[in-house]
């Protein structure tokens, strides 16, 4: 599965729109693209997760660029709630495969 | 989303002891279940790959022997510690696979905190 970076930490204002990036610059083209985040002490949460076409659910857009080659998961009205750690990971079409959790954004929502 | 629970969701136990975590699909069924471990201001590593009917496939330097993994149904694997020493205590969690095909999604489930004295 191809590598991401994502930055170690980042802060948001609540209210405010929270982007948070990721470099995957060596994606295949068959690799989907999937967001988790990790609130303390709780198992990984599903957020999101896309091919090439932006996606957008009830948590989350997800904005993948035209190469591929990189993302961001925008929050759009973060809260405190959303305080966690964010996890980007690319993934092989293998029904056998699991998910290689690199070490995140953490995500700071500030009051 | 699909739900996938943990049970307990902590234990304490003493050093020696044996203990069991169930990881439960609530509302899909799942052939394939994924057991990880969390270290403190770690991230997720997996340990084992649970396949319903078949035996686990272990990565590499985790004990198969220590970790004892059994997946009888699609709604049910389980995790024993074995003999459990201070340094197995961690975070455990499972996840199980939903859906077909490559975009399947991954849900899992609260963790298991386990702290052997």
């Known amino acids: 599965d191809a590598k991401t970076t994502q930055p170690t930490s980042m802060d948001c204002a609540e209210g405010r729109a929270a982007n948070l990036p990721c470099n995957h610059s060596t994606i295949s083209g068959n690799e989907y693209v999937y967001w988790y985040r990790q609130i303390h002490s709780q198992g990984p949460q599903y957020i999101i997760h896309g091919l090439k076409n932006n996606e957008t659910n009830e948590m989350a857009s997800l904005i993948i660029t035209e190469d591929r080659k990189s993302s961001t998961l925008i929050l759009p009205h973060a809260t405190l709630r959303d305080t966690a750690v964010y996890y980007c990971i690319v993934r092989v079409l293998n029904y056998g495969q699991n998910f290689v959790f690199g070490p995140g954004t953490r995500l700071s929502v500030l009051p | 989303g699909a739900v996938v629970s943990q049970h307990p969701s902590w234990v304490i136990c003493k050093s020696g002891t044996s203990v069991k975590i169930e990881c439960r699909s609530l509302d899909f069924q799942a052939t394939t279940m994924f057991w990880y471990r969390q270290f403190p201001k770690q991230s997720l590593m997996l340990m084992a790959t649970?396949?319903?009917?078949?035996?686990?496939?272990?990565e590499q330097g985790v004990e198969k022997d220590k970790f004892l993994i059994n997946h009888a149904s699609l709604t049910l694997s389980t995790l024993t510690v074995t003999s459990a020493h201070p340094e197995d205590s961690s975070f455990y969690i499972c996840s199980a696979r939903a859906g077909a095909g490559g975009s399947e999604t991954q849900y899992f489930g609260p963790g298991t905190r386990l702290l052997v004295l």
């Open positions: 649970s396949n319903e009917g078949s035996k686990a496939t272990y």
